[in-house]
């Protein structure tokens, strides 16, 4: 199946009764087709699979990205991940670009996997300390949880000074990130998060401790 076949069926598949819930969930900020996780999988399972045999493109990425509809940009995400493996530092200006486009966390927080697969096989560890600096709260975010289930493999070093970088946010999705990294790591070194907390809990929003405490005995 063509992407050009591809955008056509998911038309024909747009649900109307699903589009008020969902375009409601994300607060009116997309227009969507009312198809679910499930149903948009499925269609789009034979043109991915088309996909996984060819060179990654950020062109063929983009034509799925700009359609209007957010399901699009969902699947661009899926094609993303499924070819994550071809990527490398230098696709991370243009990862960026796509991260702040049409932002909001139900696309930001997929492109976690993508930064850390280039993360284990590159030096992108300078590029994700200026990310955790940038005045973009996404960008911002990204990079606090793009270590996200390495486990063992988790820089500790570079997560305490991303961590440390922000903060002094006061954004929900700053402080619920910081958070969620901290419980992530904790299901791996609990004494690790646990003395990291306590030496920085006075410079520490009240939901990042929250959070980042919910293995903690």
């Not at 598949?13 to 087709?33: Q, R, S, T």
């Not at 999988?41 to 088309?50: Q, T």
């Not at 300390?129 to 390495?150: A, F, M, P, T, V």
């Amino acid at each position: 199946m063509s992407i050009e076949n591809l955008i056509l069926e998911m038309h024909k598949n747009k649900n109307e009764e699903n589009i008020i819930p969902m375009e409601k969930y994300m607060l009116n900020k997309f227009k969507f087709l009312g198809i679910k996780s499930i149903e948009r999988r499925e269609i789009s399972k034979e043109c991915l699979k088309k996909l996984r045999k060819e060179n990654f493109s950020w062109a063929v990425f983009n034509s799925l990205w700009i359609q209007e509809e957010r399901e699009f940009q969902y699947i661009a995400i899926d094609y993303l991940k499924l070819k994550k493996k071809e990527l490398n530092s230098s696709d991370l200006p243009t990862i960026k670009k796509y991260i702040v486009s049409k932002a909001w966390w139900d696309s930001v927080d997929n492109f976690y996997s993508v930064l850390s697969e280039i993360g284990l096989n590159y030096k992108i560890n300078n590029e994700m300390i200026s990310w955790s600096k940038d005045e973009n709260l996404w960008i911002r975010r990204i990079s606090i949880i793009h270590q996200l289930h390495r486990k063992e493999k988790t820089n500790t070093k570079l997560l305490e000074k991303i961590l440390k970088n922000n903060f002094s946010s006061h954004e929900f999705f700053i402080n619920k990130a910081i958070g969620w990294a901290l419980r992530d790591y904790s299901k791996t070194d609990l004494e690790w998060v646990k003395n990291f907390i306590e030496d920085n809990k006075n410079f520490m929003d009240k939901l990042s401790i929250k959070e980042g405490s919910k293995y903690l005995k």
